[in-house]
C-alpha cells in the first residue's frame, strides 16, 4: 500500500513543476498578463526574478534539507514536510495561473508566488526523495520502489509536456486555468 501511494504521488508532483517550468513563461507570453506598452520591461524583471529565484533554490536546498533532517513530529520527518509541500505549491500554481492582474500587478504577483512556488515545491521534493531510503532497507525492494517513483514521475511530466502543447490552442486562458486546477487536483 505504501509502495503505491507513494509511487503514485510522483504523478502530480512531477505534473506540478512541468507545468511551471515547461508553460507558465509561454502562459506570461501569450494571455496577456503584461501591459503592452513597458512588455519588454517587465518581461524582463520576470526573466530577473527567475534567474534570482534558481539561484536561490540553490542556497535554499542545503537549508531546507537541514530543516528536514532535524524535524521531530508527530508524523516523522518526511510526511509532515511533503504533505505541507503539496498543500502549499498547490496554492502558489492556482495563484500564478487563476488570478490574473495586468502589468506590473501581474509582475508583482508573478515574483511573490514565483519564489512561494520555488521554496515550497523544495520542501516536498527533498522531503519526498529523502523519504525513499527510509522505506526499506533491502535493496531489492529499495530498487523496485526507486524505479516506480521514477516511472510515475516520468508520466506526470510527460502527461502534461505531451498534452498542455495539444489543448492549449484557442482560449489559452481558460485552458491554462483548467490544466492548473486538474494538475494541483492530482
Request: net charge neutral; hydrophobic share 55%; charged share 10%.
Amino acid at each position: 500500500k505504501t509502495k503505491w501511494i507513494y509511487s503514485l504521488s510522483g504523478i502530480g508532483r512531477d505534473a506540478a513543476y512541468t507545468l511551471i517550468s515547461l508553460f507558465f513563461l509561454t502562459y506570461i507570453q501569450y494571455t496577456g498578463v503584461l501591459d503592452e506598452a513597458q512588455y519588454a520591461l517587465q518581461f524582463g524583471v520576470i526573466t530577473a526574478i527567475i534567474v534570482i529565484a534558481r539561484i536561490w533554490d540553490g542556497v535554499n536546498d542545503p537549508m531546507i534539507g537541514s530543516i528536514i533532517e532535524n524535524t521531530h513530529w508527530k508524523w516523522g520527518k518526511y510526511k509532515p514536510w511533503i504533505f505541507l509541500g503539496a498543500v502549499t505549491t498547490s496554492i502558489a500554481l492556482l495563484v500564478l495561473f487563476l488570478v490574473r492582474p495586468v502589468g506590473w500587478g501581474f509582475v508583482a504577483i508573478f515574483g511573490v508566488f514565483y519564489l512561494l512556488w520555488e521554496i515550497t515545491f523544495t520542501f516536498n521534493d527533498i522531503a519526498y526523495w529523502s523519504m525513499l531510503p527510509s522505506l526499506t532497507s533491502k535493496e531489492k525492494q529499495r530498487n523496485e520502489l526507486t524505479t516506480m517513483v521514477t516511472v510515475f514521475a516520468a508520466v506526470g511530466a510527460f502527461a502534461v509536456g505531451g498534452l498542455v502543447p495539444m489543448i492549449t490552442a484557442g482560449n489559452a486562458v481558460m485552458s491554462y486555468q483548467m490544466i492548473a486546477i486538474v494538475v494541483t487536483s492530482i
